[in-house]
């Protein structure tokens, strides 16, 4: 589980100044129990601040979406990365945090394309919290070594299925890892 030291307190710091601000916040963990603390922290420091939550135990996901979506009050949505990932879309978001880093740049970028939709005008603000001098600085290095490596091989894409102009099937794009 990740440290709650330090990172929260900058989360809870930034959240007063944004509900302040009217600001619609998402923040993206790949832990519930992390997810969990940070709500209780928001209740007690910041108790005007609606709190809705995503995860994978929320029964239906469409009560949440639609409520920070049609929300004109300040809201922060709490959501795990894999149960926001698909099918989702947050397009009032106008901050995203992102508490820790997943191996996998992509599924970061499907958390944050939630609030990247047709529709949005305003500017999106992304922040990813990375303790530095941990296994997350490692995580996050990693990342864009995976990124850069893609882009290397395959070029800059608009959108995923831009690859098959690159390979004629899924196995000839795994034989380029042998």
Not at 22 to 47: D, M, N, W, Y
Not at 100 to 105: A, K, L
Not at 120 to 134: D, H, L, N, S
Request: charged share 30%; hydrophobic share 40%; proline share 4%.
């Amino acid at each position: 589980m990740p440290a709650c030291g330090t990172k929260s307190d900058l989360l809870i710091e930034k959240l007063h100044d944004l509900s302040s601000s009217g600001a619609k916040v998402l923040v993206f963990s790949q832990f519930t129990t992390f997810l969990s603390l940070i709500k209780k922290r928001i209740k007690l420091e910041i108790p005007h601040l609606e709190i809705l939550e995503l995860t994978g135990s929320t029964r239906d996901r469409s009560k949440p979406v639609d409520r920070f979506e049609s929300s004109k009050e300040p809201a922060v949505m709490l959501a795990s990365l894999k149960a926001a990932g698909l099918g989702v879309t947050l397009k009032s978001a106008d901050y995203v945090f992102l508490m820790d880093p997943w191996w996998n740049p992509a599924v970061e970028e499907q958390a944050i394309d939630r609030a990247h939709r047709l529709g949005r005008v305003k500017p999106t603000f992304i922040y990813r919290m990375v303790a530095q001098g941990t296994i997350e600085e490692r995580v996050r290095q990693l990342q864009l070594q995976k990124k850069e490596t893609f882009r290397q091989v395959i070029g800059e894409l608009e959108k995923p299925s831009g690859l098959a102009e690159h390979f004629s099937s899924l196995e000839e794009l795994i034989e380029l890892n042998d």
